[in-house]
Structure formats: structure tokens, C-alpha cells
């Protein structure tokens, strides 16, 4: 998605990407009905080693409720505990 493209060109710029602009992106996904790239920005801050806080999982979880994605809910729900 073109949220998923201006995180991905930040990143080749070398601006420093932070889990405040994951979260603003993922909740604008959620807001368009976009779980899937909701999702997608979530990992790739966690692969990147982005130190993610629970606003940033609290919208990702959000994204995937309102596209019906329980089974990613529920695995969200039990990473936020680790």
C-alpha cells in the first residue's frame, strides 16, 4: 500500500523511522480498512528492530478486528504479552 511505500522510502533515505510514524500509518490503514499492510508495517518494525509500544500493537490489533482477522488478533494479543 502507499503507506507501506513512504515507510519504505524514509527508510532508504535514512530518516529515521520510529513507532510513532509506524503507528500514525498503521492507523490510517486501519481507517481505510487495510489490515493486511497494517500488519506488514507492524513486522517490519519488529524486524528492524523499531522498539514498537502498545499504541502501535493496540492499532495493529485494531486494523485486523475490523477486517475480521481474529487469528491475527489473538496472535498480536499474545505477543504484546512477551
Known amino acids: 500500500g502507499l ?3 513512504l515507510l519504505g522510502c524514509l527508510r532508504q533515505r535514512s ?3 520510529d513507532v510513532y510514524l509506524a503507528s500514525i500509518a498503521i492507523t ?3 481507517n481505510a480498512g487495510d489490515w493486511c499492510t497494517a500488519l506488514d508495517i507492524l ?3 519488529v524486524a528492524d528492530h523499531v ?3 502498545t499504541v502501535t500493537y493496540n492499532a495493529t490489533v ?3 478486528e475490523r477486517g ?3 487469528a491475527k488478533v489473538w496472535g498480536l494479543l499474545a505477543d504484546m504479552t512477551l
Request: aromatic letters at 4%.
Open 51 to 53: 522498539e514498537v509500544d
Open 3 to 5: 503507506l507501506a511505500n
Open 28 to 30: 490510517a490503514c486501519r
Open 68 to 70: 475480521g482477522q481474529w
Open 43 to 45: 513486522q517490519n518494525e
Open 15 to 17: 530518516l529515521e523511522q
Open 62 to 64: 485494531s486494523a485486523c
